[in-house]
C-alpha cells in the first residue's frame, strides 16, 4: 500500500514537473516573441525617422533649387532691382517653389538632385545662344524675301518620359523665336514653325537630347551619366 502510494506521488510529481516546464517554455517563448517584436518596432520606427529625415533634406534642396532659378529669372526678366519689385520677386518665386519644387527635379530614375541641378544650369547658356541664333533668322525673315516664310506645323514623338520633360522641351521650344509648341497628345509635340529651316533645326533632335541628358532619360547613357552618379553610389556604400 505504501509503494503503491509512493509510486503515484512520484508520478504525480513528474507530471507537475513536466507541466511547469511547458509552461516554463511557453512564457519564455512569448517573452521572446514579445522581445523580437519590439525590436522589430522599434527598428521601424527608426528606419521612419531617417526616412522622414531624407525626405524632408531632399524637399528642401529641391525646394531651394528651384527657387534659385526662379528667382535668377525674375532678376534677369524684370530689370527692375529695387526693393518693392524685389521683395515681390522674392514672395511670388517662393510662392512658385513651395507648389512645384516636386515636379522641377522630379526624376524617374537614380540620380543625385546635384547633378541634374548643374546640368539644367549649364543648358541654360545653350537656349540663349539659340535664342539669339533665331533672332537673327527671324529678322533675315522679316527683312529678307518674302519666299524665305514657309510656315507649317511639323509634329514629332518625343523620347522623353516625364512630365517635367515634355514641359521643359515644350518651353525651349516656344522660347526659340519662329516656334511655337501647339500641343502635345500622348508624347507627340505639334510645333508651328514659320519657315523650313527652323523646322529642320528642330526635327534634328539636338535639343530633345540635351534635355533627356539633364534628366537621364530616353533609354540612353553617357558616359558622362556615369562619372556623374559614381559619387551617388559611392555614398551609399
Same mark, same amino acid.
Given at each position: 500500500?505504501?509503494?503503491?502510494?509512493?509510486?503515484?506521488?512520484?508520478?504525480?510529481?513528474?507530471?507537475?514537473?513536466?507541466?511547469?516546464?511547458?509552461?516554463?517554455?511557453?512564457?519564455?517563448?512569448t517573452a521572446a516573441r514579445l522581445t523580437s517584436e519590439s525590436q522589430a518596432v522599434h527598428r521601424k520606427r527608426v528606419e521612419a525617422i531617417f526616412k522622414g529625415a531624407?525626405?524632408?533634406?531632399?524637399?528642401?534642396?529641391?525646394?531651394t533649387a528651384t527657387f534659385i532659378i526662379l528667382?535668377?529669372?525674375?532678376?534677369?526678366?524684370?530689370?527692375h532691382y529695387d526693393l518693392f519689385h524685389i521683395s515681390i520677386g522674392l514672395l511670388c518665386c517662393g510662392l512658385v517653389s513651395h507648389a512645384t519644387h516636386d515636379l522641377l527635379f522630379a526624376n524617374p530614375r537614380a540620380g543625385d538632385m546635384r547633378v541634374?541641378? #548643374?546640368?539644367? $544650369?549649364?543648358?541654360?547658356?545653350?537656349? +540663349?545662344?539659340?535664342?539669339?541664333?533665331?533672332?537673327?533668322?527671324? @529678322?533675315? %525673315?522679316?527683312?529678307?524675301? #518674302?519666299?524665305? $516664310?514657309?510656315?507649317?506645323?511639323?509634329? +514629332?514623338?518625343?523620347?522623353?518620359e516625364s512630365d517635367i520633360?515634355? @514641359?521643359? %522641351?515644350?518651353?525651349?521650344?516656344?522660347?526659340?523665336?519662329?516656334?511655337?509648341?501647339?500641343?502635345?497628345?500622348?508624347?507627340?509635340?505639334?510645333?508651328?514653325?514659320?519657315?523650313?529651316?527652323?523646322?529642320e533645326d528642330l526635327l534634328t533632335g539636338e535639343m530633345e537630347d540635351k534635355i533627356a541628358h539633364?534628366?537621364?532619360?530616353?533609354?540612353?547613357v553617357y558616359v558622362q551619366d556615369t562619372l556623374d552618379i559614381a559619387p551617388v553610389f559611392v555614398a551609399l556604400k
Open positions: 500500500m505504501e509503494v503503491t502510494i509512493l509510486v503515484q506521488a512520484t508520478d504525480r510529481s513528474f507530471e507537475i514537473l513536466e507541466n511547469a516546464r511547458e509552461k516554463s517554455k511557453q512564457i519564455l517563448d531624407r525626405q524632408t533634406k531632399r524637399e528642401i534642396t529641391r525646394f528667382f535668377g529669372f525674375w532678376l534677369l526678366l524684370s530689370g541634374i541641378v #548643374k546640368r539644367f $544650369i549649364t543648358y541654360i547658356p545653350w537656349l +540663349f545662344y539659340q535664342i539669339v541664333l533665331s533672332n537673327m533668322h527671324v @529678322v533675315r %525673315l522679316a527683312l529678307g524675301p #518674302k519666299n524665305l $516664310i514657309d510656315p507649317k506645323i511639323i509634329e +514629332f514623338k518625343t523620347k522623353l520633360s515634355f @514641359v521643359t %522641351l515644350a518651353n525651349s521650344i516656344t522660347l526659340t523665336p519662329g516656334t511655337i509648341t501647339l500641343d502635345i497628345r500622348d508624347g507627340v509635340f505639334y510645333v508651328h514653325a514659320v519657315s523650313k529651316k527652323t523646322a539633364i534628366f537621364m532619360e530616353a533609354d540612353h
